[in-house]
């Protein structure tokens, strides 16, 4: 057969005809769109499923997959569409986001998906809403408590009235609340000329260090709520290790990080605080300062997940000067080396079980305890592992995610009790509390360990 036997009875039309065919407008008005970065790009390789710790120990729970691109997918479609509900049994421990190689903003998805259900189909007159707004807004209750912190102690952690919590509202009774402070970190920051003495200790310090006296170092704190009602001291550290370096330390006006509000979908809640955390620290940001934080949570939040859910002005400021505690010393100051010259006596010379919250894992700062106290005489830390500590914040204290929390909580604990010690150390505070919860050791924090080796010291 001769190649002209081929000749085609088709003939191109102009490009784009019309005649007869409706145009198909495939994406409507691009305005009605969510078509925010990465959002089409999961290719379904399920690699977040199988990084999820809530998806490994329940066989109800679809997945991070499903839980963002699909049911994203799904609200782009269908005007009628319900979100499942099993958005609330994600932990929003964000480690999906590390593990997708295609730049889907799953955990963005997450919180805007369970930020709708609460909004759209959430009872407002249940009691699983008013348990997790409150848990979410701890920070209120907190407040009340710290004016009344001895017998806030005593009444939350007796039986009856834990029992009560559980029956009533779905707060788990197999918890012991933690104990508030008798003084919170912003009472002692006001008080004994913490704040107006800061400008003057850190300059003193930058003299005794050689370094000029002049010198324009200042940071700005985002203590959070833990820090402030529950471990203050873990913030005096922190103020005391800063100006130890020579920066003058500011404590803004602050509201909750906004972590606890994401995961239970109250974004309202969120939005509300953090205009008042992105307005003071963009102030503050203007005048040269940086934003330094103590809970890997907080951190977590100002640098990611404002500026995915929010556009007030100077979001984007804010998130590019916050830092992590350590990690701000680590990239500003010789940190190792003033390490390797130090040592640690006393209470806190330990061997300490690390664990790495999922948050730090999310801003690369996973291994930076384990390698910057390898070197510190009188301490020993020793890495337990990449698994999550299964709280994920206000999500362990469910009663109906008590056992899943524990679940995944599980290797944790056994790679705890494998290690050499029983003191516990990590950068959040409630994995913290389910590390204390699982194996009974104390835990500390590194700024804690810092302090005692550099200031102590000294
Ligand atoms: S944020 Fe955590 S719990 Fe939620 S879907 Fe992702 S990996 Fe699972
Ligand atoms: S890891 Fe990313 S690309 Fe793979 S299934 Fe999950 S969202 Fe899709």
């Known amino acids: 057969m001769s190649d002209t036997e081929h000749t085609s009875e088709f003939e191109p039309g102009e490009p784009n005809a019309t005649d007869g065919h409706e145009a198909v407008d495939v994406f409507g008005d691009a305005e009605e769109f969510d078509l925010r970065p990465g959002a089409d790009s999961c290719y379904k390789c399920s690699s977040c499923d199988t990084s999820c710790p809530v998806a490994e120990v329940d066989d109800d729970f679809p997945g991070p997959k499903f839980q963002g691109p699909e049911q994203w997918r799904l609200t782009q479609t269908d005007e009628d569409f319900e979100v499942d509900e099993s958005v609330m049994s994600c932990s929003n421990c964000m480690r999906c986001d590390?593990?997708?190689?295609?730049?889907?903003?799953?955990?963005?998805?997450?919180?805007?998906t369970r930020g709708r259900y609460v909004d759209e189909q959430m009872s407002k007159f249940s009691v699983e809403y008013w348990r997790n707004r409150i848990l979410a807004n701890y920070r209120t209750s907190a407040f009340f408590a710290s004016k009344v912190p001895r017998l806030a102690n005593v009444a939350m952690n007796f039986g009856p009235a834990r029992w009560l919590m559980e029956k009533t509202m779905g707060i788990t009774s197999q918890r012991e609340f933690p104990a508030f402070a008798t003084e919170t970190f912003r009472e002692w920051w006001a008080s004994e000329g913490a704040a107006a003495g800061s400008r003057e200790r850190a300059r003193e310090n930058r003299e005794r260090?050689?370094?000029?006296?002049?010198?324009d170092k200042k940071v700005a704190y985002f203590h959070g709520c833990y820090a402030n009602y529950n471990t203050p001291e873990v913030g005096k550290a922190m103020i005391?290790?800063?100006?130890?370096?020579?920066?003058?330390?500011?404590?803004p006006e602050q509201g909750c990080s906004g972590t606890p509000m994401f995961?239970?979908?109250m974004l309202d809640d969120a939005r509300r605080d953090a205009e008042v955390n992105v307005s003071s620290l963009s102030d503050l940001v203007d005048r040269g300062y940086d934003a330094i934080c103590s809970c890997t949570s907080c951190s977590m939040s100002l640098r990611q997940e404002y500026p995915e859910?929010?556009?007030?002005?100077?979001?984007?400021?804010?998130?590019?000067?916050?830092?992590?505690?350590?990690?701000y010393l680590r990239i500003h100051e010789d940190l190792s080396g003033a390490v390797a010259e130090a040592d640690v006596a006393g209470e806190l010379a330990e061997?300490?079980?690390?664990?790495?919250?999922?948050?730090a894992r999310n801003q690369g700062l996973d291994r930076q305890a384990v390698e910057l106290f390898r070197e510190l005489d009188g301490v020993d830390v020793e890495d337990v592992g990449d698994s999550c500590?299964?709280?994920?914040?206000?999500?362990?204290?469910k009663e109906e995610k008590y056992d899943t929390s524990m679940a995944i909580g599980e290797e944790m604990f056994e790679h705890m009790e494998g290690a050499e010690g029983e003191t516990g150390m990590t950068e959040c505070p409630t994995c913290a509390m389910q590390m204390e919860h699982g194996t009974g050791y104390e835990i500390r924090h590194p700024l804690e360990v810092l302090e005692a080796a550099l200031v102590d010291g000294t």
């Open 263 to 265: 995961a239970n979908g």
């Open 240 to 251: 005391s290790l800063f100006e130890h370096f020579g920066y003058e330390v500011v404590v």
């Open 98 to 112: 590390d593990a997708c190689p295609s730049g889907v903003p799953l955990s963005q998805m997450h919180n805007t």
């Open 351 to 359: 061997e300490f079980a690390y664990h790495a919250p999922c948050h």
């Open 209 to 215: 260090r050689g370094e000029d006296p002049d010198a």
């Open 309 to 327: 859910l929010f556009d007030f002005e100077g979001t984007a400021d804010v998130a590019a000067h916050t830092y992590e505690a350590v990690e």
């Open 389 to 397: 500590s299964g709280i994920s914040g206000t999500y362990g204290w």
